[in-house]
């Protein structure tokens, strides 16, 4: 029985000879005697053992998808194309043989619509054909700054090429009337009859550059350019987003050991006094990291679940300052779906905690309130410790910059956070941002498993 492989060894790259044996694994790796000698017959791809089979079928190699799809699109713009010129030609053609009936008609002479047609639907049927493949070889090659001197003499030689080709086909298809009277072919007297082709030619030539052959092309480069605007423009907000997410994992990467190494910190300050105490806020900072960890690569979650974090950070702050640490929080109901930064309250409210109620002897109240205002979400730290002036150096700390960062490079103009603080008077910070919900699934996105039976 023949087996499907890959074609090269995914060891070498080597291809080995159909009428060898067969080393492959169950993905689809193959490899050459020598690879698979080495590998401890384990797959290198997979981790899967190696098999041997008598013989082999080779898998020819398959574009990939994208520039299957590519190829698509390009086919269906090309006929597209087609099908435009055929429509709009023949458009053309009909409203001026309708013209020219009506003009007749108006100068009381005999006029038959069917006889006002051929004339028009012959013209039109050349430029069915010639105007497609202008616009085509324009859009493919257009003229850039670059380009210019070496391609201007190229469209100049395509205009006189256009003109010929349509002469020639339009005489053929319908003879042309001569001064002397009657009609004339372009090919009599068993050649060409160059007298008809100059005049033809002389007769048609500006007309056909201006009104036909020179907005083709304008068309063309038109269109090219706004495609290639449209594609930088992506391209362009594609890197922003990236920079952006690459911004934002980088302040991550800062705040995690920021707040981890200050935790530890302060189970190591009290593993000193008081050893019962420290072990407690190590099972507490176990579980804050299993979250921590849980919602890490997430650039945004719930209030709720911010809310749910920040009480089990608070219960350690809680474990090591006892009584001296009040914490009251006033969360709107309505604003527990809203989606904020993840760890955004966190360094707020290590920074209340440390530098303002952790000063004072009697310890202080920690308020935290959040509440949905129209379009934004409001959310609020404040504490009753000593306060500070938020215009003096060295009062923002780490924390709280990382935290202006991120809502700047997620919203911003669309985000504020103010600090407002007075020496004896504690601290207030405000942070508003655009109040938006997390999107749930439909029932038809869902899984098989969880849907809901009928």
Known sequence: MAVKIDNACAGCGAVPSLAGPAIICTCGSSYCESCAAGLQPVCQQCGRTLQSASGRTFIPPTPSTSKIDEERRSEHRILHIWLFSLIFWSLVAVIAAWTMYQWRRSLGMTAIFSHELIVPAVTEAVYVVLTPLTYLAAYRYPITRKTLGRRLP???????????LFIVMRVLLYPVRVSTGGVRGLFEKGGLDFQVFKNAFFYNFADTIVSIYMPTVIVAH?????????????RAAELSKQLAQAKLQTLEMQLHPHFLFNTMNSISALMH??????????????DLLRMTLANRGDAETTLKDEVDFLSSYLNIEQTRLGNRLEVTQEIDPIALDALIPHLLLQPVIENAIRHGIAKKIEGGRLSISAKRDGHKLQLKVSDNGPGFNPNSVGTGGLGRKITKERLEALYGEDSIFHTFSEPGQGTAVIIELPFKRKQRKAMSDLPPALALPH
């Open 273 to 286: 006094i008081d050893v019962n105490q420290a072990d407690k806020m190590m099972s507490q900072f176990s």
């Open 154 to 164: 190229l469209y100049v030689i395509g205009g006189i090429v256009f003109v010929v």
């Open 222 to 234: 038109a269109i090219r350019y706004h495609q290639t605007s449209k594609a930088t423009a992506i």
